[in-house]
């Protein structure tokens, strides 16, 4: 099974994809919280914005950079592992990657020269302009994206014709069932991931002792971002699976581990689902609470897993993604609350909410990748929903290649990751008061250095 | 419009991947030329290309995303049957990519590290571009005379890359590196040229329908302004790299200049001979063409955005205009 040249192209292609959505994850929310940076930066006359703004716009640069190469892979790899999906998809994926690339990956990597170097060639109002095209084109970037996707779940305003996939209605194919759900969803994902990101960088930095007088600013807009955006982020995703229930009953009896249709389900809070047996081992439950939440009626029927035989998910994997997912966001909801409450009731950030935060750093990151396991994970077996099973569509490499080529590329991301981590780290440990503070000591700024 | 939209889609995407061999080729060479330079210089070098390596990139995935959008079955045979040298090239250029930014950001200690990934990736990837292309241009058919192809194309495509690199450097920087970039396009030249000429001969006795193409008459005649324009071109960067006006006087651009024209003219040469076939004796670009709905579609997209991306990439190029003199945040 392991072998089977189909898995590993999967495999070959989830890690290529989970290493990518790392960095549009920090880009998108980042785009614009630096847009706020430089605003408040030509509003008040504190220096310390400017200071915030080059710092944080490096590490932008840097997971810009993993973002633009990560994807650049996607592009080839559609071709390489799915060519079938082109094939027969290729009317409705082609023109929507398309304008991807037109209207909104030229935008941000153009414009990111100026954002990044233009500072002294151009005015400060041309600077502005240029870092508010790049943050629309990442969330431009994202609609595209989030629309091909959402398509992927929920096929609207096509027809088959000899086998291949007609377009009948853009409008249909563009802003299908799932799209606004799982845009929005994705969006404020970004920012929640941003808002710990920064958050949690700045407690760290003020627990090492190298903070300056912005970085408290940072970990103060850290908290407040995520206090708005955690709670949105429950209540969309509430929503998105009630969308979910109504378009893909089986991803979501694959989520709550449902395995027969049954009134007044009960809701499995942790459990081993079993597939051989078809049970959850382990148990421990709420009961009526599915049916609860699904419904809304205690007594409400609740499809399983036995409706749809051969065709469902993998239970295990979605079962415990949603699970960590809904998890880490209950606590982002938690520490974000308690960091507001800490900030308002008094001056100083205690050493334990530092330390909380500085924690939940990266949790953004890991509640991205565990929601889009949910999804896609419970999107099998099909490419396109009830249209186009993944099997079908699979290049007829041999296990050998795949496999080896797999290895390349893990190895490379491990790399990268740790690369990138690292750097964080080195840009993190370096005392504020010599960032981007060139002036004050009258010596010039080096080549590619702040 | 069944018969143009294809020729439309053809165009543009040629045109995308004109652009992406001209500007990622000066980042490319520039990257492979890391080596031969001091360490203060390998500063400059990758400060003069630093604003616009991400947009440059960018013109490969609109080159391959018009394979995709116009042609998916194309799209899907070329893919998947250049998977190994589409996976290292990507390697490579991913390699490249992350070390613009690490080689300054990871620490000092790492910049040697990083500043070998930057060759390595740039060396990488060209290869790998060059072999793609040579098993593109030989029908994707593989055997001896395919390889010989590859390894002919994956020698030269890197070599003009070269060319590219130097004429970029003699264009942005100015003292000792600049007359190295000229010492350096002494040297890439020859590959370059000699690759060049080995294609050109051998294509046509590889293939009889390219050879009915370019020598009965009067399209010999009608054709000979490319080869003429390629060895003009040819012989003014030998002037020049050769002589010691190109420093002194304000004709830098010439040579980089120069080089663009050959790609020009090895770009209507390759487009004229291969045209109307997208996956070279299997398919034509009527054949592999999208439903003519989707190619409306990206089409209105298409003339509406690619004017102004490129008026913004020409505002960028402005912006940073002038002798690199390296890059700061501020």
């Known amino acids: 099974m392991l072998f089977d040249p189909v898995v590993l192209a999967r495999i070959q292609f989830a890690a290529n994809i989970s290493f990518h959505i790392l960095f549009p994850a920090i880009t998108i929310g980042l785009a614009w919280l630096l847009l706020y940076f430089l605003w408040r930066g030509v509003l008040s006359k504190e220096r310390y914005w400017d200071q915030i703004y080059a710092f944080w716009v490096k590490i932008f640069a840097l997971s810009f950079a993993m973002g633009v190469v990560s994807g650049l892979t996607m592009s080839f790899q559609f071709g ?115 808002a710990f990101l920064i958050a949690g960088v700045s407690a760290w930095r003020l627990l090492k002792g190298v903070g300056g007088p912005g970085t408290r600013k940072v970990l103060q807009t850290g908290i407040v971002v995520a206090a708005v955006a955690a709670p949105l982020q429950i209540l969309l995703g509430d929503l998105h699976g009630l969308n979910t229930l109504e378009h893909q009953p089986a991803k979501v009896a694959a989520m709550e581990a449902i395995w027969d249709t049954q009134r007044g389900a009960p809701f499995t809070l942790v459990a081993w689902p079993d597939e051989g047996t078809r049970s959850n081992r382990f148990a421990v439950e709420i009961p009526y609470a599915a049916s609860l939440i699904l419904t809304h009626s205690a007594d409400g029927e609740v499809q399983g897993l036995n409706d749809f035989p051969g065709e469902h998910p993998p239970v295990a994997m979605v079962f415990w993604s949603f699970r960590v997912m809904v ?124 | 419009m069944e018969y143009w939209l294809p020729v439309i889609y053809m165009a543009v995407m040629g045109l995308a991947l004109f652009i992406y061999v001209i500007l990622d080729g000066y980042d490319l060479g520039v990257g492979m030329l890391l080596p031969f330079a001091e360490d203060a210089d390998k500063d400059i070098m990758v400060a003069s290309i630093g604003p616009f390596w991400d947009a440059n990139e960018t013109w490969i995935v609109l080159g391959i995303g018009v394979l995709l959008i116009a042609f998916p079955t194309a799209h899907g045979i070329i893919l998947s049957h250049l998977y190994l040298p589409v ?19 990871a620490g000092d200690h790492r910049k040697r590290l990083w500043n070998r990934a930057f060759f390595i ?82 294509t046509p006795l590889v293939s009889t329908v390219i050879a009915d193409k370019w020598f009965s008459l009067p399209n010999a005649v009608l054709l000979s302004p490319i080869p003429i324009a390629s060895a003009l071109c040819f012989f003014w960067i030998l002037h020049v790299v050769h002589g010691d006006k190109l420093l002194e006087s304000r004709h830098g651009w010439t040579m980089f200049a120069a080089t663009v024209g050959i790609c020009v003219a090895a770009t209507l040469g390759l487009a004229y001979s291969v045209f109307p076939e997208v996956v070279i004796g299997q398919l034509t670009i009527w054949e592999a063409a999208s439903s003519v709905d989707s190619l409306l579609f990206t089409l209105v997209g298409v003339v509406i955005t690619l004017p102004v991306i490129l008026f913004y990439t020409v505002y960028v190029y402005r912006v940073f205009h002038g002798k690199a003199t390296g890059l700061s945040y501020e």
């Open chain 1, 327 to 450: 998890g880490l966001g209950v606590l982002m909801l938690l520490v974000s609350w308690w960091g507001c409450w800490e900030l308002l009731r008094r001056r100083e950030p205690g050493r334990l909410l530092l330390h909380a935060v500085s924690w939940m750093t990266f949790s953004g990151w890991v509640a991205v990748l565990a929601g889009w396991y949910v999804t896609e994970i419970g999107r099998q077996p099909w490419i396109v929903n009830g249209v186009l099973r993944v099997a079908d569509v699979a290049a007829d490499h041999t296990a050998a290649t795949v496999g080896s080529t797999l290895v390349g590329y893990l190895l490379m991301y491990v790399f990268l990751l740790a690369s990138y981590i690292g750097a964080l780290r080195y840009m993190a440990l370096k005392p504020a008061a010599s960032l981007g503070d060139g002036k004050d000591t009258g010596r010039p700024v080096p080549v590619l250095e702040v």
């Open chain 2, 121 to 202: 990736g740039s060396l990488v990837a060209s290869t790998a571009q060059g072999w793609m292309l040579g098993a593109w241009v030989t029908g994707l058919q593989g055997g001896l005379i395919g390889l010989l192809f590859g390894v002919l194309i994956a020698i030269a495509l890197p070599a003009l890359y070269l060319l590219l690199g130097c004429g970029w450097l003699v264009m942005k920087t100015e003292g000792p590196l600049q007359s190295l970039a000229v010492r350096w396009a002494r040297v890439a030249i020859w590959p370059m040229g000699l690759g060049l000429l080995l294609i050109s001969i051998s």
């Open chain 2, 87 to 105: 996976t290292i090239m990507i390697m490579g250029l991913i390699l490249r990519g992350v070390a613009f930014d690490l080689r300054v950001k």
């Open chain 1, 80 to 194: 390489t592992n799915w060519p079938g999906f082109m094939e027969k998809a290729g009317n409705v994926a082609g023109p929507l990657l398309g304008y991807e690339v037109l209207t909104a990956f030229f935008l941000e990597a153009s414009f990111l020269g100026i954002m990044l170097f233009g500072r002294g060639r151009v005015s400060a109002r041309m600077h502005l302009i240029a870092t508010t095209l790049v943050a629309i084109g990442t969330t431009l970037s994202a609609f595209w994206i989030l629309s091909l996707n959402s398509w992927m779940h929920t096929p609207a305003g096509y027809s088959i014709e000899n086998g291949v996939i007609m377009v009948e209605s853009w409008w249909d194919i563009i802003f299908n069932p799932s799209f606004p759900y799982r845009l929005m969803h994705m969006l404020v994902a970004s920012f929640l991931t941003c």
